[in-house]
T-cell receptor
Framework: DTEVTQTPKHLVMGMTNKKSLKCEQH?????MYWYKQKAKKPPELMFV???????INESVPSRFSPECPNSSLLNLHLHALQPEDSALYLC????????????FGPGTRLTVT | GENVEQHPSTLSVQEGDSAVIKCTYS??????FPWYKQELGKRPQLIID?????GEKKDQRIAVTLNKTAKHFSLHITETQPEDSAVYFC????????????FGAGTRLTVKP
């Protein structure tokens, strides 16, 4: 299995809702990443997990809460989001943070109403 | 932190012509430079990459060159085809420390049949 999967594919949520995005990989990768991509913009790094521990938090607001319950799973918990948080959220993985290639999932398109 | 600039923002070529996209980076510690292709509504996909100990790399119609002294790298696509139409992102990261990848703003390439 050489794929990163993400669920759900689309998500619409209100500003008072709590929801979670899920990312999974079975390539044995020990580094996982969350990116945010606005329309016609490049992906922006949000979080990096290395061996299930958070190693980079790019000053992301606390309404985004990442979680890495095991080496194959990465979650992004969402609470009290703003309309400007609407974007494509991409998950990626690599063998470790010391190796190069990052493989991206298909993304979750999030709309905050 | 790293800052990656990419030019041009849009590029239109005739089928069969060559296309060149250029990027510059600011962090001299960056040592890994991937190029991603992102079709509309799809995930970024790695098409070619180069590491700082190499000056040029080629894969069929795609080549990448790196000038470490000048801190710039370029993507060259020869014999372009309509299916090459997409947004191309360059990126830079420091492999030995968390692999925090920074992307250029992207180039929308259109190949006219």
């Amino acid at each position: 299995d050489t794929e990163v999967t993400q669920t759900p594919k689309h998500l619409v949520m209100g500003m008072t809702n709590k929801k979670s995005l899920k990312c999974e990989q079975h390539m044995g990768h020990r580094a996982m990443y969350w990116y945010k991509q606005k329309a016609k913009k490049p992906p922006e790094l949000m979080f990096v997990y290395s061996y299930e521990k958070l190693s980079i938090n790019e000053s992301v607001p606390s309404r985004f809460s990442p979680e890495c319950p095991n080496s194959s799973l990465l979650n992004l918990h969402l609470h009290a989001l703003q309309p400007e948080d609407s974007a494509l959220y991409l998950c990626a993985s690599s063998q470790t943070t010391g190796t190069y290639e990052q493989y991206f999932g298909p993304g979750t398109r999030l709309t905050v109403t | 932190g790293e800052n990656v600039e990419q030019h041009p923002s849009t590029l239109s070529v005739q089928e069969g012509d060559s296309a060149v996209i250029k990027c510059t980076y600011s962090d001299s510690a960056s040592n890994y430079f991937p190029w991603y292709k992102q079709e509309l509504g799809k995930r970024p996909q790695l098409i070619i990459d180069i590491r700082s100990n190499v000056g040029e790399k080629k894969d069929q119609r795609i080549a990448v060159t790196l000038n470490k002294t000048a801190k710039h790298f370029s993507l060259h696509i020869t014999e372009t085809q309509p299916e090459d139409s997409a947004v191309y992102f360059c990126a830079a990261s420091r492999q030995y420390n968390n692999n925090d990848m920074r992307f250029g703003a992207g180039t929308r390439l259109t190949v006219k049949p």
